[in-house]
């Protein structure tokens, strides 16, 4: 099916631990963005790509890496999980004309003991 | 810098009533303005966007919002709400030059009977 997908939807893991947050879209937009939602912040950026093997730092970046070998894959890696990455996770990608929207998964639910 | 301020964190209303959510934003250059609407457990649906041209857009499910730019603000309205309307909403800006998006912290609609 077309359109872009998050896994897994909801993770539980430990304090120190290295978690990957997947995210594949079919369109071959550029442009992918990692946000995470917490209460009271709104979405945050963490990362973003323009394409392929270019990859930016955003707001909130301490704590993640990103890669991107190809288009339509963007993972998301917690090198060692802290509570404070407790936090709803979504990736969004958009296409290259500078007036379309982004287009976002369902979210990914991290939970952080 | 540019951000997005959306003054209430959360707007009680009655089934029928009319509503209005606020958005402020500030930039020293255009900007794309958007809504979005999550619905439980989902990630973020586009409600409208404006570019440029006829400062009032039309959006799905009967919103719409009107661009101020001396006013700075980007309000959204509809003039009859549903139950189906409960949702959190988020107001949003991109600068014209740049790829990445800059949310609200989002109105918390609760639409009751």
């Known amino acids: 099916d077309a359109g872009i997908t998050q896994s897994p939807r909801y993770k539980i893991t430990e304090t120190g631990r290295q978690v990957t947050l997947m995210c594949h879209q079919t369109?071959?937009?550029?442009?992918m963005f990692w946000y995470r939602q917490d209460l009271g912040h709104g979405l945050r950026l963490i990362y973003y790509?323009?394409?392929?093997?270019?990859?930016d730092k955003g707001e909130v970046p301490d704590g993640y890496v990103v890669s991107r070998s190809k288009t339509e894959n963007f993972p998301l890696t917690l090198e060692s999980a802290t509570r404070s990455q407790t936090s709803v996770y979504f990736c969004?990608?958009?296409?290259?004309?500078?007036?379309?929207?982004?287009?976002f998964g369902q979210g990914t639910r991290l939970t952080v003991v | 810098a540019q951000s997005v301020t959306q003054l209430d964190s959360q707007v009680p209303v009655f089934e029928e009533a009319p509503v209005e959510l606020r958005c402020n934003y500030s930039s020293s250059v255009s900007v794309y303005l958007f809504w979005y609407v999550q619905y439980p457990n989902q990630g973020l649906q586009l409600l409208l966007k404006?570019?440029?041209?006829?400062?009032l857009v039309k959006g799905i499910n009967g919103f719409e919002a009107e661009f101020n730019k001396s006013q700075t603000s980007f309000h959204l309205r509809k003039p009859s709400v549903h139950i189906s309307d409960t949702a959190e909403y988020f107001c949003?800006?991109?600068?014209?030059?740049?790829?990445?998006?800059?949310f609200g912290t989002g109105t918390r609609l609760l639409v009751s009977p």
């Open positions: 949003a800006l991109r600068n014209t030059g740049f790829q990445k998006l800059v």
């Open positions: 790509s323009a394409a392929a093997d270019i990859t």
């Open positions: 404006y570019l440029s041209g006829s400062t």
């Open positions: 969004a990608s958009r296409g290259t004309r500078g007036e379309t929207e982004a287009f």
């Open positions: 369109w071959s937009h550029s442009y």
